[in-house]
């Protein structure tokens, strides 16, 4: 059965340090979100992506957030500037046409 | 804001039961999905069952079964013969693009 795959599984960086976490959405599908978890708390949408481009986003997607799809299995979600409160789990989702959406198992950020 | 409430923290029921976890949602729109989705120790998020607003007939899917009440904004998930595996935390999520979850029920299946 498909399913969305994430890397890394965990990863562990620096305040200040750039980041990017990957996704390879389920093949035919042509929507794609980001979500974040910070541990013990509910899942927070980020930003959703269709057509090569942001379709919504959330307050807490500001400048320091980027999205993209570089071909045609990718998508990434770059963190320009970690802060210590960036540390979360950090989801990615797709879906084709319909409603339900598809999660990844995630990729655990620490911001150190 | 649009939100989601779980009122229920932690549900604990011994295995066979049947236990019913709440949700309530506040929403201006008037097509909409409603889900629940369970996230185990792991921290996946699996996709339990589906609902969609437009739709009167409540959500089967095998054990599990939902109480969409659309005027009272209610959608509660029952799980019958509850199984050891169950144990996990529940979140109910609305949405039509990107999804709004509640806080999450961690419900616990006792053997």
């Known amino acids: 059965e498909p399913e969305v795959t994430q890397t890394p599984s965990h990863q562990v960086t620096q305040m200040g340090q750039e980041v990017i976490l990957r996704c390879v959405p389920i093949?035919?599908?042509?929507?794609f979100y980001w979500y974040r978890q910070i541990l013990g708390q509910k899942v927070e949408f980020l930003v959703s992506f269709y057509n090569n481009e942001i379709s919504e986003k959330s307050e807490i997607f500001d400048d320091q957030f980027s999205v993209e799809r570089p071909d045609g299995s990718n998508f990434t979600l770059k963190i320009r500037s970690t802060k210590l409160e960036d540390s979360a789990m950090y989801f990615c989702?797709?879906?084709?046409?319909?409603?339900?959406?598809?999660f990844g198992p995630g990729t655990r950020l620490t911001v150190l | 804001a649009q939100t989601v409430t779980q009122s229920q923290p932690e549900m604990s029921v011994q295995e066979a039961e049947t236990v019913t976890l709440s949700c309530t949602y506040d929403?201006?729109?008037?097509?909409?999905?409603l889900f629940w989705y369970k996230q185990p120790p792991s921290r996946q998020m699996i996709l339990v069952i589906r609902q969609e607003a437009y739709k009167q007939q409540n959500a089967t899917e095998n054990r599990f079964s939902v109480n969409f009440q659309k005027a009272a904004k209610s959608f509660s998930l029952k799980i019958s013969d509850s199984q050891l595996g169950d144990t996990a935390m529940y979140f109910c999520a609305r949405g039509a693009d990107g999804l709004t979850f509640g806080k999450g029920t961690h419900l616990i299946i006792q053997p």
């Open positions: 093949s035919n599908h042509l929507y």
């Open positions: 989702a797709s879906r084709w046409e319909t409603d339900t959406q598809y």
């Open positions: 929403t201006s729109e008037s097509n909409y999905y």
